[in-house]
Antibody, heavy 120, light 106 residues
Framework: EVRLVQSGGGLVKPGESLRLSCAAS????????MSWVRQTPGKGLEWVSS????????YYSQSVRGRFTISRDSARNTLFLHMRSLRVEDTGVYYCARALEVVTTIFGYWGQGTLVAVSS | EIVLTQSPATLSLSPGESATLSCWAS??????LAWYQHKPGLAPRLLIY???NRATDIPPRFRGSGSGTDFTLTISSLEPEDFATYYC?????????FGQGTRVEL
């Protein structure tokens, strides 16, 4: 069974950093395209970042490029999102997602979400 | 960058009625469109991919159609558990993006 269990959210001040984790089971994180999607207050879903199964391709939304870094750890079978220089507008629920098939940006499986709150 | 526009923003319906949700793309995206259901406090759920393919365990009352720039999600005979927000999402080019959502409410 495919499972994604998230951790690492919390309350931080503007300019601070945070790392989100997404522990996978039932498959290997190196075997599929993986992504982060967020929902900000009062808004809908927003794609944040994706990493290809090979790791050769990494993409970021314009709103986070240069501040967020997506990565994977095969030993822990975990996907990460390193967030720095956080802004109030980064507040929201962050979801990790696995591709439906090996290489695709159809988000077939989702983590439970983790809340990131950025406030002074 | 491709923009997806969903209509209407809110749909007020009763159980047993049918819902028709629209999603327009700012340029041709072939059939590279998915639909998701999202309920408060839960993870989004993939319903339809590549415009018309139902995901695993999705009941047949959910039907996706369209290609190019115009897409539709039809929910025939709404069940109580179908009241939620629905998002379309394209994967045609980077950056991928979501529509702003349609809330289906009682």
């Amino acid at each position: 069974e495919v499972r994604l269990v998230q951790s690492g959210g919390g309350l931080v001040k503007p300019g601070e950093s945070l790392r989100l984790s997404c522990a996978a089971s039932g498959f290997g994180v190196l075997g599929y395209d993986m992504s982060w999607v967020r929902q900000t207050p009062g808004k809908g879903l927003e794609w944040v970042s994706s990493i290809s199964n090979s790791g050769s391709y990494i993409y970021y939304s314009q709103s986070v490029r240069g501040r967020f870094t997506i990565s994977r750890d095969s030993a822990r079978n975990t996907l990460f999102l390193h967030m720095r220089s956080l802004r109030v507008e980064d507040t929201g629920v962050y979801y990790c997602a696995r591709a439906l098939e090996v290489v695709t940006t159809i988000f077939g499986y989702w983590g439970q979400g983790t809340l990131v709150a950025v406030s002074s | 960058e491709i923009v997806l526009t969903q209509s209407p923003a809110t749909l007020s319906l009763s159980p047993g009625e049918s819902a028709t949700l629209s999603c327009w793309a700012s340029q041709n995206i072939a059939v590279h469109l998915a639909w998701y259901q999202h309920k408060p406090g839960l993870a989004p759920r993939l319903l339809i991919y590549d415009a018309s393919n139902r995901a695993t365990d999705i009941p047949p009352r959910f039907r996706g159609s369209g290609s190019g720039t115009d897409f539709t999600l039809t929910i025939s005979s709404l069940e109580p558990e179908d009241f939620a927000t629905y998002y379309c999402q394209h994967r045609h080019t980077w950056p991928v993006s979501f529509g702003q959502g349609t809330r289906v409410e009682l």
